[in-house]
């Protein structure tokens, strides 16, 4: 019997710390797979910096009829912060009724970064002619641009044209692409 008790004995004993120790919550350790979520870096769009592309449109004048337009345009911006500077030059072929001409265009362009991706800007400057030299016109008007992925963007833009010469003011919208570089 004494054997018995001292098997009973050392049995409670060494079942007795394993049931603290079992109900002792700070020491039981639950895991869990840990998983990280993807994180999506969308950078903001550079807007500094020279960039070239391709635009067409159509453009009505009092002394006018509408014409067809397709152009090729470069020009360089800078990005304080959220405020967007930049220039442009562009040349345009028209082809309507009247006939079929060319124009060039000299831009300058201040606008504001609305988000990273998309910027509104006033545009001003001054058109010409380039078949008849003798006939020009102030540009006024503006435009939203949308960066489509890190290097191109699209931009609709609207310019009114005020004559120098007497004649008929213009109207001209234009959309179009760029690649930044």
């Known amino acids: 019997m004494r054997i018995l008790s001292r098997v009973v004995i050392a049995a409670l004993t060494a079942s007795v710390p394993a049931a603290v120790h079992a109900a002792d919550l700070n020491t039981v ?3 869990a797979p840990s998983a990280e979520l993807p994180v999506y870096d969308d950078p903001a769009f550079d807007w500094s910096g020279f960039y070239a592309g391709v635009f067409t449109g159509v453009q009505n004048s009092d002394d006018r009829d509408t014409e067809l337009a397709l152009g090729l345009n470069a020009g360089v911006n800078a990005q304080f912060d959220f405020y967007l500077l930049g220039a442009e030059v562009a040349v345009q072929g028209l082809t309507g009724d009247i006939g079929e001409s060319v124009q060039g265009q ?3 362009r201040a606008g504001l ?7 509104v800007y006033g545009a001003g400057g001054y058109g010409l002619d380039l ?3 003798d006939e020009g016109e102030y540009l006024l008007g503006g435009g939203v641009e ?3 992925n890190e290097d191109v963007s699209v ?5 009114h044209g ?3 010469d007497g004649g008929g003011d213009s109207n001209q919208v234009t959309i179009g692409a760029a690649y930044h570089f």
């Not at 970064?113 to 910027?119: E, G």
């Not at 931009?155 to 310019?159: D, E």
């Open 29 to 31: 350790a639950i895991s």
């Open 106 to 108: 000299i831009l300058g």
């Open 113 to 119: 970064v609305v988000t990273d991706n998309v910027a």
């Open 131 to 133: 078949d008849d030299t």
């Open 146 to 148: 949308l960066a489509v």
């Open 155 to 159: 931009r609709a833009q609207y310019l």
């Open 162 to 164: 005020f004559d120098t």
